[in-house]
């Protein structure tokens, strides 16, 4: 079966750092352009940011640009986020997400067809 | 990018239809064909039911449909069923080159 599965959540300070992981199993990693999205606590899902299949396209939702940075290891069938200058409005329960397109490229129609658990992450002193 | 806008709260008896809305603007939803919908149960992960406004993921039931009229794109549950009852969220591809997720729905099964 697909499998994503997430970790690096946690506590942390305002202003703090933190990096996500997400590891994926039972498919080709590297042919498909993978995803973040958050949900705080109470709220909605938010995009967070994709990468595509290879690691040279990034994209980031406006909230995170400058903070967040998204990357993969294909070696290593794993997705990763490194969450820098932590703001208590981050804390949110992360998911990664595969996209459906074949190739690699981040598409357009932006649909995730297989999702993780989640991992959380709090920002509170 | 604000958020889409969706009803938070639906409701329908099992064996009834109900429909939920998704509205954005022609930056989003209007501009492109590229709207998706996601059932979620919390605790568990999101699931992918529509994708490119009316299509469906292999496995996924076909009383799940959808559609799009100018800004406003619609989830179509039929026969509704106790299961159902979770979560639903729209999401559309932006000028922006980013994606946008409505504030979600939550469907209450009578």
């Known amino acids: 079966e697909v499998q994503l599965v997430e970790s690096g959540g946690g506590l942390e300070q305002p202003g703090g750092s933190l990096r996500l992981s997400c590891a994926a199993s039972?498919?080709?990693?590297?042919?498909?352009?993978m995803n973040w999205v958050r949900q705080a606590p109470g709220k909605g899902l938010e995009w967070v940011s994709a990468?595509?299949?290879?690691?040279?396209?990034?994209y980031y939702a406006d909230s995170v640009k400058g903070r967040f940075a998204i990357s993969r290891d294909n070696s290593k069938n794993t997705l990763y986020l490194q969450m820098n200058s932590l703001r208590a409005e981050d804390t949110a329960m992360y998911y990664c997400a595969k996209d459906i397109t074949f190739g690699g490229v981040v598409a357009t129609r932006g649909a995730f067809d297989i999702w993780g658990q989640g991992t959380m992450v709090t920002v509170s002193s | 990018q604000s958020a889409l806008t969706q009803p938070a709260s639906v409701s329908g008896s099992p064996g009834q239809s109900i429909t939920i809305s998704c509205t954005g603007t022609s930056s989003d939803v209007g501009g492109y064909n590229y709207v998706s919908w996601y059932q979620h149960h919390p605790g568990k992960a999101p699931k992918l039911i529509i994708y490119?406004?009316?299509s469906r993921p292999s496995g996924v039931s076909n009383r799940f449909s959808g559609s799009k009229s100018g800004n406003t794109a619609s989830l179509t549950i039929s026969g509704l069923q106790a299961e159902d009852e979770a979560d639903y969220y729209c999401s559309s591809y932006t000028t922006s080159s980013t994606w946008v997720f409505g504030g979600g729905t939550k469907l209450t099964v009578l």
């Open positions: 990468i595509s299949g290879s690691g040279g396209s990034t």
């Open positions: 039972r498919f080709t990693f590297s042919n498909y352009a």
């Open positions: 490119d406004v009316s």
